[in-house]
């Protein structure tokens, strides 16, 4: 059992056995390091769940959000102000992003 109290009732003297449920309290994100595997081009920032800000080595900021799936993986999803976009899932700490242009970009959230 997870978290079990033990609970009396003082007016029916009942014994009732309470049980909380396991909740996710890690909210995706942290420090984010990508790199473009073809150009090497390199992207960092920081965020925690639906606010995360990415910044590239050109100065083009990147806006996105993760989601926690079921499987403990997580999704992220950027947009720039020009209205390119890159989307992956991370395994733990390890993160892999495709662009629209289908260019990969591999790196760590610590």
């Not at 033990?6 to 309290?25: E, G, P």
């Not at 950027?78 to 700490?93: E, I, N, P």
Request: zero cysteines.
């Amino acid at each position: 059992m997870i978290g079990a109290i033990a609970y009396i009732d003082a007016d029916t003297r009942a014994a009732m056995i309470l049980k909380r449920k396991r909740s996710r309290s890690t909210i995706p994100g942290g420090n984010f390091f990508l790199q473009d595997e073809k150009t090497k081009t390199r992207v960092s920032g920081h965020g925690q769940g639906d606010y995360i800000r990415l910044k590239d080595e050109y100065g083009n900021v990147w806006l996105g959000a993760a989601v926690l799936n079921d499987d403990d993986s997580v999704q992220y999803r950027f947009r720039d102000a020009k209205g390119k976009s890159m989307s992956g899932v991370a395994y733990g700490q390890a993160v892999t992003l495709r662009d629209e242009q289908g260019n990969t970009w591999k790196g760590f959230v610590d």
